[in-house]
Every structure is written in structure tokens, then in C-alpha cells.
């Protein structure tokens, strides 16, 4: 348990509203916000202010469930002797926002650090939900470093169809393969799509939202066991006004992000990532918290401490369960006490809860074994994700869980080398490029091809599109073959069970190698030795490179919006959390 508490009268929030230095403004301040009803009083009487950072919107209805969750937040703040000030976040959706939701992730960010330093705020409760909405506000909470407390809008109740579970995003990829083989038609499609989100709430599928929640949890930015709790359950409510209670009791002890994301924390994360069998944009996201709070973490600590861990939990895509099936088998205590009886959690990482994670965790249990695997039976052994580096780029990850039996024996199948497969190489420049060419017969992709997706990273399609994982044409479908190994520089959804490898950087568009390979060349990846390489000479690559850079470059499209292009300007790369690079020098502003 954390013992150190704050004096009332250093709240930051005495700087607007109590400042005996600077009648002049205070006054100001006060005029202002008494103009909603508080009193002189209230506002003076040292009583902690708390933003409630609102993620929610009619653009955002993954996190909309927000707009009612926020009113039992409120009475939390309040009950606990603390004054609720709620603001709204820019809106994150997934699938909604053109180009790319990954290009509004370091706009989300800038705003909220804007928000927290400039108002009058002394703790904060994040409302974390749609995919990269959890980052920004994550990565926000580290930059200022004001006491702060995630609350997770929790998942979608299960869909179902014809007596089978549908997952959000999952069903997308099956009903792309029967719509392309005639098998449904266009409103089959869309009905198919629909029945997999049933209720408000995020995916219910182990994509990046259900990772993200969870790793928020597994980083102690959550109140223990909250992170699964199915959006429209009445344990959702509770555990939103017991959020808004811990959240100024935080002020009071002055339990700050800094406090909590450690290292430890999140190599803790990493280990449950690959429990959970979690988003390959969970690398890219964590790292970027890091970097905002200036803890080390490299894409190296994801092979070192993630890929041995086994995969426990059952869902989609890796798996066959949905969310609400994750919460009634104990959701992220069960999963990390189970860790913590193989030691590979550091169990002293302190949560905001002021108690330290193995305190939370260690009397869960797991409530139903087909959903969440016991250690000894897990549903893949070695799940985490492997690092491959080589003349094509110089970091890019696979998801080793969601490899199939199909992959394995198409792939890996040679007794001399089984983590080793070669083939010649199918090339896309961008996502429509791809969506133009792939069903063309005269491309010639037979069941060796492996595709190649490039300019689709951080800066070639601003903020880097979810588009790696591509369908074979519609011809090796009918006989059978459901995926190719794909390649690119951007990234891909976390409902997808395609074993892509991806996130590669240096992009194409910064000059990175996958600039310069070719239709045809012959490319050879080993899973073991974690190398991919295009199998040409060094010269040919020196002399490919020379010729590209005469030319001008690698070409992407123009930017189409001001934010694109100033994103561009400064966006990082992918392996190292694709942030606004410099940004990261602007830490604990809080404390200045
Ligand atoms: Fe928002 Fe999946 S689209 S959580
Ligand atoms: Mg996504």
C-alpha cells in the first residue's frame, strides 16, 4: 500500500481558483466556472477538481456507452469529496475515420496534454475503449503526469449467428472469403458483419481494443479486474463509480502515472500480451506510452520476455470465445495470477489502486478452463510474437499464436529447415493498388507467392493502414488455400488471424528495404533465426536504392488535410511507437 499523502493546499488547481498572488486572475477563473452552478465555496474549499476525459461520441460509438458510465463517475468524484469536470477527447473510431484511426492517435494525444496542463485539473479518469483511443489517452496521462485512472468502456456483448459466435472484426475476414467465392451475397455480407456487435461496447474479439483494455489493467492504470467487464453489465456501472471514488482518494496521495509505468509494468504487459494472445499494435502502442513517460522498452523486450509465454486465453481470432465468455472465466486477474504461479510476473509493479499487482492478483482464479487455459494446457505453446530483422527492414513482428495448421503445412513443412520458407515475391504499392490487382490472373500467385504490402506505414498512408493481412485472389481460395504469407510496412487489425509479418520499419516511403524489392524477386524467411531477406546481392540492393533516390523516392499520395502533413513531418516509425518524434522531451510537466 502506498502511504504518502498530498497537503490540500498543493493542489494545482489552487493556482486558478485560490491564488492570494494573483487576485486579479483567480477572479477571472472564478467568474467563469461558477457560471455552471458551482459555488465560491465549493470551488475554494480545496476539494480536488477531476477532468473526466470523454471519449464518447455519435462518431465514436464504440466508446459512446461513455455518455452513460459518465454520469456514475461523477457521483464517485463526488462521494469521495471531489468536483467532476467533464470534457470531451477528439473522437477516435477504428472503422470510421478516413484515412487511417492510427493518423488521429497523436492528435488525441496533443489535445488531451492541452487539457490536462492547462486547466485547472488535479487527477484525471481516462474513458479508454475503441482501439487507439487507449494510447492517446494513455500516452497523454504519462506526458503531464497528473494522477490518473483508466476506465475501460468494456467490450460488446457476444454476436451470434445460426448458433455460432460471431467476433467484431474476426467475421470480416471470413465473410470477405464467402462473399469473394459467391458463396453470400452483398446484404448476406452485411448481415453476416452486423450480428457480430449486438450491443454499445468495443470489439469483442481479442483485437486491439480487448488487448489494449487489458493491458492498460496488466500496467496498473486500471482498477483491478476491470478491464473485461462487458459494456452493458451492471458490474460496468459499479465499477465506474468506484473509479470516480479512487480517483480522488489518487489526488489525495499524489499517485501519479510515473509511479505506476515502470519497466516492470510494462514487461508485465508484454508477458500478458502474449497470453491474451494480443494485437500486433500493442508493440507500437506500449512503446510509445514508454517513450511519453521515459520508461526503457525495446521491440527486443517483446522476443526476450514475450515469445516463450504460452497462449491462455481462448478467444477470437486465435481462439473460439468472445468477450463476455473472457469475463465470466475471470478476465485479466485470472490470466495474471495464473502468470504469477510461473513467476513470470513482477508482482511488486504498484497499480492505481495503491496496492501492487500481485496483491490485486494473487487469489484469482480461473472460472471456466475452456476460456481461459490452465498454464499446463495452454492453446499454443511459444505465443508471443517474434522479432525478424534482415535486408528488407530493420525490425518487423509476426504473431506466432495465430499461425495455422494449413500455414504450418503449406510453410513449414520442410524436415531439413521447418522454420524456414521461400518463394518469389508479389508486390502492392498501398492498400488500393492491392484491392485493384488481386483477383488479376496475369500476377500468376500460386500458393508459394508471398505478397508484399508497401507505402502503407506512418508516413507512405498517414498513420500507418491495417492492411497487411490480404485475402489470396478469389481462384486459390477455391482450392482451398485461405492465406499467403503477406509482408508489409503497416500494420494489421488486431481481429485478424493472419500470421503476417508486419509493422516493418523503416517503412518504404522513409527508404526502408522494402523500397526497393521487385515483383519476382525471391525472398526468404526463417522464423528461427528471425531473418527475412530478399535474395539478391548486396551490389543489385546498393545500385536499386541509388536508381530510387535519383528518381525522388520512394512515391506516396499527397496529404489531403493539414494534420496529415504535419503529421508526416515528425511521425517516428512504427517499431519505436510511431509518436511525433521530440514530443517525447516534454515529460512530468505537472511537476514544473
Ligand atoms: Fe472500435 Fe473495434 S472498432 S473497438
Ligand atoms: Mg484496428
Known amino acids: 500500500m502506498i502511504e504518502k499523502t498530498k497537503a490540500p493546499g498543493k493542489l494545482r488547481s489552487r493556482a486558478w481558483f485560490d491564488n492570494p498572488d494573483n487576485v486579479d486572475m483567480t477572479a477571472l477563473y472564478l467568474e467563469r466556472y461558477l457560471n455552471f452552478g458551482l459555488s465560491l465555496e465549493e470551488l475554494r474549499s480545496g476539494k480536488p477538481i477531476i477532468g473526466i476525459a470523454q471519449t464518447g461520441s455519435d462518431l465514436s460509438p464504440c466508446n459512446r456507452h461513455h455518455l452513460v458510465l459518465a454520469e456514475r463517475v461523477r457521483e464517485g468524484i463526488r462521494e469521495a469529496g471531489g468536483i467532476p469536470f467533464e470534457f470531451p477527447v477528439h473522437p477516435i473510431q477504428e472503422t470510421g475515420k478516413r484515412p487511417t484511426a492510427g493518423l488521429d492517435r497523436n492528435l488525441a494525444y496533443l489535445g488531451l496534454v492541452e487539457v490536462l496542463y492547462g486547466y485547472p485539473l488535479d487527477g484525471v479518469v481516462l474513458t479508454i475503449g475503441c482501439d487507439k483511443v487507449t494510447p492517446a489517452c494513455l500516452m497523454a496521462a ?38 469473394a467465392t459467391g458463396e453470400i451475397d452483398e446484404l448476406g ?13 468495443y470489439c469483442n474479439t481479442m483485437g486491439t481494443a480487448t488487448t489494449m483494455n487489458s493491458l492498460t489493467e496488466a500496467l496498473g492504470m486500471s482498477l483491478p479486474g476491470s478491464a473485461a467487464i462487458p459494456a452493458p453489465y451492471r458490474d460496468r456501472q459499479q465499477v465506474a463509480y468506484e473509479t470516480g471514488r479512487r480517483i480522488v482518494k489518487m489526488v489525495h496521495e499524489d499517485l501519479k502515472p510515473s509511479d505506476i509505468l515502470t519497466r516492470d509494468a510494462f514487461l508485465n504487459a508484454i508477458v500478458v500480451n502474449s497470453a491474451i494472445g ?36 481462448n478467444l477470437q481470432p486465435a481462439g473460439e470465445y468472445l468477450g463476455e465468455d473472457y469475463y465470466r472465466a475471470g478476465g485479466v486477474p485470472a490470466v495474471v495470477a495464473e502468470l504469477m504461479r510461473q513467476g513470470l510476473i513482477r508482482e511488486d509493479a504498484l497499480t492505481v489502486n495503491g496496492r501492487t499487482i500481485g496483491d490485486n492478483c494473487r487469489n484469482a482464479v480461473i472460472e471456466d478452463e475452456r476460456v481461459i487455459r490452465p498454464f499446463a494446457e495452454p492453446l499454443k505453446e511459444e505465443a508471443g510474437f517474434i522479432v525478424l530483422r534482415g535486408n528488407l ?5 509476426m504473431k506466432t499464436s495465430v499461425i495455422s495448421a494449413e500455414f504450418r503445412e503449406r510453410y513449414l513443412c520442410n524436415p531439413d529447415d521447418p522454420d524456414a520458407f521461400e518463394g518469389p515475391a508479389v508486390v502492392f504499392d498501398g492498400p488500393e493498388d492491392y484491392h485493384a490487382r488481386i483477383d488479376d490472373p496475369s500476377l500468376d500467385i500460386t500458393p508459394e507467392t508471398l505478397m508484399f504490402m508497401r507505402g502503407a506505414g506512418p508516413i507512405g498512408y498517414p498513420g500507418a493502414a491495417e492492411v497487411v493481412n490480404m485475402r489470396p485472389p478469389a481462384y486459390l481460395i477455391r482450392e482451398g488455400v485461405h492465406a499467403l504469407p503477406c509482408i508489409g510496412d503497416g500494420r494489421q487489425s488486431g481481429t485478424s488471424g493472419s500470421p503476417s ?66 503529421q508526416r513531418s515528425l511521425v517516428g516509425q512504427l517499431e519505436t511507437g510511431a509518436i511525433l518524434e521530440g514530443a517525447e522531451q516534454f515529460q512530468r510537466l505537472a511537476q514544473e
Open 189 to 201: 455480407f452485411i448481415k453476416l458483419v452486423a450480428s457480430s456487435a449486438p450491443s454499445t461496447g
Open 278 to 313: 494480443g494485437s500486433t499494435n500493442a508493440p507500437i502502442h506500449l512503446a510509445a506510452i514508454a517513450r511519453h513517460v521515459g520508461a526503457e522498452l525495446s521491440i527486443d523486450d517483446w522476443q526476450r520476455h514475450g515469445h516463450h509465454v504460452p497462449l491462455l486465453v
Open 501 to 566: 509479418i508486419l509493422n516493418a520499419s523503416p517503412e518504404a516511403a522513409a527508404m526502408g528495404g522494402l523500397a526497393l524489392i521487385r515483383t519476382g524477386d525471391r525472398v526468404r524467411i526463417d522464423l528461427k533465426r528471425g531473418t527475412a531477406d530478399v535474395l539478391i546481392s548486396d551490389e543489385e540492393l546498393a545500385e536499386r536504392r541509388r536508381a530510387l533516390a535519383e528518381a525522388g523516392g520512394y512515391r506516396y499520395p499527397k496529404s489531403q488535410t493539414p494534420w496529415q502533413a504535419i
Open 142 to 179: 504519462a506526458t503531464v503526469n497528473i494522477p490518473a485512472v483508466a476506465l475501460s468502456v468494456g467490450p460488446m456483448l457476444n454476436g451470434w449467428h445460426k448458433g455460432e459466435r460471431t467476433g467484431s472484426g474476426t467475421i470480416v475476414w471470413r465473410a470477405r472469403e464467402l462473399l
Open 393 to 397: 527492414f530493420d525490425s518487423a513482428i
